[in-house]
């Protein structure tokens, strides 16, 4: 997919909208959705793409944990920050910062059993024995 593209798509859809909004200001509002699941649309076509290379490449190889939880904290990143803009987009930005927090929390503890982990190899270097 080409950035230029995704671009004009986006710019096309918002100045169609302003003008439309000047002439018949109900119908602003489909211009607006419905450039937005253009855009959406092409862009889980990328993902997909984008994920399954990922994935092959974490999953084949001897990383294979650690790419799950890595998979999964940048799926807990990204559902987390596009829920959060809605939120602000729509007005309540203290529910979006919620939400945005609530993410980061899910993210740290799917991360605690990799820094325990992180933290037993740590001790056992420094001849500490496990934690």
Do not use: N
Request: charged share 15%; net charge negative.
């Amino acid at each position: 997919m080409d950035i230029l593209k995704l671009c004009g798509v986006g710019l096309l859809c918002a100045l169609t909208a302003l003008i439309i909004k000047q002439i018949k200001g109900e119908y602003a509002a489909l211009v607006r959705v419905g450039g937005t699941v253009i855009i959406f649309g092409a862009l889980v076509l990328v993902a997909a793409d984008i994920f399954s290379e990922i994935a092959a490449q974490f999953f084949g190889e001897e990383l294979s944990g650690y790419g799950g939880i890595m998979l999964k904290a940048l799926g807990l990143a990204l559902l987390s920050k596009l829920c959060a803009d809605i939120c602000r987009d729509i007005g309540e930005s203290s529910v979006g910062s919620g939400i945005e927090l609530g993410g980061k929390l899910a993210i740290l503890a799917l991360c605690v059993p990799l820094i325990r982990e992180l933290m037993g190899y740590a001790a056992s270097l420094l001849g500490m024995g496990e934690i």
